[in-house]
């Protein structure tokens, strides 16, 4: 099966659709339908193979010149429709903050979506709208992930933001998942462009779940080429460890990397992953061990 990632706005997540017989590049004009009205959409990413069994519908037709220059009219549209309804807002003096605003590509209904503090009665400022624009319209209350995900932007680590370009459901996200990652709880670091905590701590969960089990923790016992250490500090994403190595007249601290100390240790892997005494708690079998500042 043939299938690409569309989106019908220049944010948002992306749509995935059976495009088998075509050919196309990114930034192509496709049609398709959607639950309420045929809708044009643009590749996102490049055709890809995969073997599924779900339900994937299939794109429509390849959109002509006649559609494109719709687009851009109803581009143009939503333009004078956001200026439009910011000054019916202000004269109504509606504490609201309006995002974005959409026309379905069929002209029927025209979104306008918004966010503010508390519940807003829009009931008049509706009328004014439908008054103004002959046509159904939607206003939506959003969250601040939703507006991020509308306007879209760029995130600290240099790609676009995930919720523009795969995440399709927010899920809860806490300072625990931080703490198990090892950051700084610093919210300048941890906050993402919605100025709520980043969506990337939960869906990395499994993969810093997964590390967790398998590498020791700070403190931890672990043997090395060169004898019994102290891990001091742990790259879950490199998967290397910091091993301090104390004498009766030194302290050495070496970096390795979890693949050159795995097989050394396998016996304490198995011991933690069982619910044993794990890497901590086992003996020391080499030369002089402090563990008087085991938690620096």
């Known amino acids: 099966m043939k299938i690409v990632n569309l989106r019908t706005r220049d944010a948002g997540v992306t749509l995935r659709y059976r495009c088998d017989g075509y050919s196309l590049a990114l930034g192509d004009a496709v049609m ?25 519908p299939s794109i429509k037709r390849l959109a002509g010149e006649k559609e494109l220059e719709k687009y851009y009219d ?21 504490e609201m903050n309006l995002v974005d605003c959409e026309y379905s590509f069929d002209l029927r209904k025209l979104t306008f979506y918004f966010t503010a503090d508390g519940r807003v009665d829009f009931r008049e400022l509706v009328k004014d709208l439908a008054y103004a624009f002959r046509t159904r319209i939607e ?41 198990s990652q090892g950051l700084s ?38 043997r090395t080429p060169v004898g019994m250490g102290v ?12 091993v301090k190595f104390v004498s009766e007249n030194d302290t050495e601290i070496n970096k390795y990397t979890w693949a050159e100390l795995e097989d050394l240790n396998q016996d304490m892997n198995k011991h933690k992953n069982s619910g044993g005494a794990g890497f901590k708690d086992y003996p020391d079998m080499n030369g002089v061990f402090d563990d008087s500042d085991d938690d620096e």
Not at 36 to 55: G, L, M, R
Not at 150 to 170: K, Q, T, Y
Not at 187 to 192: A, E, H, Y
Not at 207 to 214: G, I, L, Q, S, T
């Open 32 to 56: 398709i339908d959607t639950e309420t009205c045929e809708e044009i959409a643009f590749v996102a990413q490049e055709p890809y193979v995969e073997e599924t069994k779900e339900d994937i």
């Open 74 to 94: 109803i581009c143009s549209k939503e333009k004078e429709a956001f200026f439009k309804c910011k000054e019916l807002i202000a004269a109504r003096g509606i």
């Open 139 to 179: 206003l939506r209350q959003i969250g601040s992930r939703d507006q991020a995900k509308l306007v879209g932007g760029i995130g600290m680590c240099g790609r676009e933001l995930c919720c523009c370009s795969f995440l399709n459901r927010f899920a809860p996200v806490n300072l625990k998942l931080a703490r």
């Open 185 to 222: 709880l610093n919210p300048g670091k941890l906050n993402g462009a919605c100025g709520r905590l980043m969506c990337c701590l939960q869906f990395e969960k499994e993969a810093y779940d997964d590390a967790h089990r398998r590498l020791p923790e700070p403190g931890a016992r672990v």
């Open 231 to 242: 891990v001091t500090d742990v790259n879950y994403i490199e998967e290397t460890l910091s």
